[in-house]
């Protein structure tokens, strides 16, 4: 049995030795398509932004010189809308009407809001605050200078990244091609989702939380659906998986008398890694590669393969994407109640986390344990109690991760 901290070495370091440098190659897709996605190429200002000094109120472009003292009467010189500039030059005594997105007009250095003014018929208006000198307005290459860096190779693709590479007119964009993870679930007890279990019967859930989550880590699922607990019908449908990029197995790994999952990953030359790890949930989690293809082994129970799947399957597929940041992404909390801790393993286990003051607060969320899934659902977070003696009393600080994050 390993550590969490070990095992999370031995995935990054194995991804990073197996994976050749072409792996995952680069692909071209349309902007639409991007969110989420793996930068492959580096993106800089393809101008300077604002590309002209511009209005960020609307009301009056003024010289400051002459608002100095207030009230003030200045004639009105013209207009400067978005998209169509006043051909006009304010001079001492005059201003020009302007709206937000609008460029100065020459002569200007203020823009005064419209709130601060009222208009003297028919042609002038009256200034009735002061304003610095650039005030109301954004400079030329206030924001970017053309040339500048703005996202780097190996940034994942978020929301306001999406809105740069429109603005900068990148229609096409380089990101990484998606890893293909293979998901097979395995048990004799399984039925389908859409039939009704019988006896000791129960649904699949683990395809479709792994699915969400590879969905999720921005890589492509490949369903192999149920496999049973005999080596004829594992060896089938682990040989289709070994041909995808990673092989995600659930169930089978632990030391029941039909888990056969680790045989036939001998059977196949899969070189296993680990086979334990010292959490809770999630100690039979299993990892190797074979040949190009990483391989796990996921403990069956659903909240199980979900922990361990955000541990250490999601910084394996971050690595090939060549992303920048690949480990799973904690946080640190404040423990509001006290939480007892386990002597052998490291506990993942579902929390309530809010931010209050200046602090995230968190507490463990009730649960029936490892198949407890709707125990989960109504958390909202993983919060981890380091393997140890005693009890975490509140007021503790501890790492969790964020359920938003899959
Ligand atoms: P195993 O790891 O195969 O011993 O399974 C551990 C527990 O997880 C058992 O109670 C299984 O019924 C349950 N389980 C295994 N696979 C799934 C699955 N795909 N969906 C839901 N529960 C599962
Ligand atoms: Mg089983």
Same mark, same amino acid.
């Given at each position: ?8 070495? @031995?995935?990054? &370091? ?5 994976? &050749?440098?072409? %792996? ?12 989420? %996605? ?16 511009k ?37 001492? #005594? ?18 005064? $809001? ?23 307005? +954004?400079? %030329?290459g206030?924001e970017? !200078?053309t ?5 780097? *190779? ?7 990244? =999406?809105?740069?590479l ?15 993870? &293979? ?6 007890? +399984? ?22 989550? *590879? ?15 005999? @080596?004829?019908?594992?060896r ?12 995600? @197995?659930?169930?089978?790994? /632990? $030391? ?29 989690? @299993? ?12 403990? #069956? ?15 394996? =597929? ?7 940041? !690949? ?12 939480? !007892? ?10 929390? +309530? ?8 607060? =968190?507490?463990?969320?009730?649960w029936k344990?490892? /198949?407890?899934l ?10 981890v =109690?380091?393997?140890?003696? #005693?009890?975490?009393?509140? #007021?503790?600080? *501890? ?6 994050? +899959?």
């Amino acid at each position: 049995m390993i550590s969490i901290e070990r095992a999370l070495e @031995v995935t990054l &370091a194995t991804a990073e030795q197996t994976a &050749a440098p072409d %792996r995952m190659p680069v692909q071209t897709i349309p902007l639409e398509a991007t969110l989420g %996605r793996i930068l492959r190429e580096e993106i800089r200002a393809d101008a300077d932004y604002p590309r002209f000094d511009k209005a960020i109120r609307d009301g009056f472009a003024v010289r400051f010189e002459d608002v100095s003292t207030v009230p003030a009467v200045l004639d009105v010189r013209g207009e400067s809308r978005a998209g169509q500039a006043a051909d006009v030059t304010v001079t001492s #005594g005059t201003c020009c009407e302007i709206m937000t997105g609008a460029p100065l007009p020459d002569g200007a250095n203020a823009v005064v $809001m419209v709130e601060h003014t009222e208009a003297v018929p028919p042609k002038a208006v009256r200034i009735l605050r002061s304003v610095r000198e650039g005030e109301g307005l +954004l400079r %030329r290459g206030a924001e970017l !200078r053309t040339g500048e860096t703005v996202l780097t *190779v190996g940034k994942r693709i978020e929301l306001a990244d =999406i809105g740069t590479l429109a603005s900068f007119g990148k229609f096409e964009v380089r990101v990484s091609q998606k890893p293909r993870v &293979a998901i097979l679930a395995t048990g004799d007890e +399984l039925v389908e989702v859409r039939h009704k279990p019988e006896g000791g019967q129960i649904r699949n859930s683990n395809s479709y939380t792994l699915m969400g989550q *590879v969905l999720a880590a921005g890589a492509e699922p490949v369903l192999l659906g149920i496999g049973r607990d005999n @080596v004829e019908d594992l060896r089938r449908l682990i040989g289709e998986g070994l041909k995808c990029d990673l092989l995600l @197995v659930s169930g089978g790994v /632990s $030391m029941g008398k039909y888990d056969f999952v680790e045989d036939v990953f001998a059977e196949y030359g899969v070189a296993v890694l680990f086979d334990s790890v010292a959490m809770k949930p999630g100690k039979p989690t @299993v990892f190797g590669t074979r040949n190009d293809t990483f391989v796990f082994g996921l403990p #069956g129970n659903p909240v199980s393969t979900i922990v361990a799947f955000r541990m250490f399957v999601t910084p394996v =597929i971050q690595s090939l994407l060549k992303a920048t940041d !690949r480990t799973p992404g904690t946080l640190r909390a404040c423990l509001e109640e006290p939480a !007892r801790r386990d002597a052998s393993r490291t506990a993942i286990v579902p929390a +309530l986390v809010h931010f209050e003051g200046q602090s995230y607060r =968190i507490r463990t969320a009730p649960w029936k344990g490892s /198949s407890d899934l709707a125990g989960l659902s109504r958390a909202n977070a993983l919060v981890v =109690i380091p393997q140890g003696d #005693g009890v975490l009393q509140p #007021g503790d600080w *501890v790492d969790f991760l964020s359920l938003e994050k +899959l």
